[in-house]
Nanobody, 122 residues
Framework: QVQLVESGGGLVQPGGSLRLSCVASGLIFELYRMSWYRQTPGKERELVARITTAGDTISTIRYAESVKGRFIVDRDNSKNTVWLQMNMLTPEDTAVYYC????????????WGQGTQVTVSS
C-alpha cells in the first residue's frame, strides 16, 4: 500500500519560512515524479513545484511562477523523501499543501498525501 505522509506545516508570519517534508512508502520512490500542490477553499488544486526522476522526459525541476525564487524542491531517494523549502512567505501562500507521486510512464498511477495546512498570517 502506497503512503505519502506530509509534515512541517503550521502558522508562520509573513516573510518567514517553513520546510515541508513528504515521506513515501510502498513504491519505488526513485522512479516517481514527485510534486507539491496546494489548494485553497473554492479553488482548484495548483502545482507548486515538481522534481522528476533521472529518466523522466521533462525538465528536472519546475516551479509555479508565483513561487519562483522563494521555494526550493528537493528529494533524497535514499530516504524516500521530498521536501519543499518555502521562504519569504506571504499570506497568498496560505493553503493546504499536498504531496503527489506519479509514475512518469504510467501517468494514471499516481498517489496523494493527506495534506498539511500552511497559514501565513501576522
Amino acid at each position: 500500500q502506497v503512503q505519502l505522509v506530509e509534515s512541517g506545516g503550521g502558522l508562520v508570519q509573513p516573510g518567514g519560512s517553513l520546510r515541508l517534508s513528504c515521506v513515501a512508502s510502498g513504491l519505488i520512490f526513485e522512479l516517481y515524479r514527485m510534486s507539491w500542490y496546494r489548494q485553497t477553499p473554492g479553488k482548484e488544486r495548483e502545482l507548486v513545484a515538481r522534481i522528476t526522476t533521472a529518466g523522466d522526459t521533462i525538465s528536472t525541476i519546475r516551479y509555479a511562477e508565483s513561487v519562483k525564487g522563494r521555494f526550493i524542491v528537493d528529494r533524497d531517494n535514499s530516504k524516500n523523501t521530498v521536501w519543499l523549502q518555502m521562504n519569504m512567505l506571504t499570506p497568498e501562500d496560505t493553503a493546504v499543501y499536498y504531496c503527489h507521486a506519479q509514475d512518469p510512464i504510467v501517468r494514471s498511477q499516481e498517489y496523494w498525501g493527506q495534506g498539511t495546512q500552511v497559514t501565513v498570517s501576522s
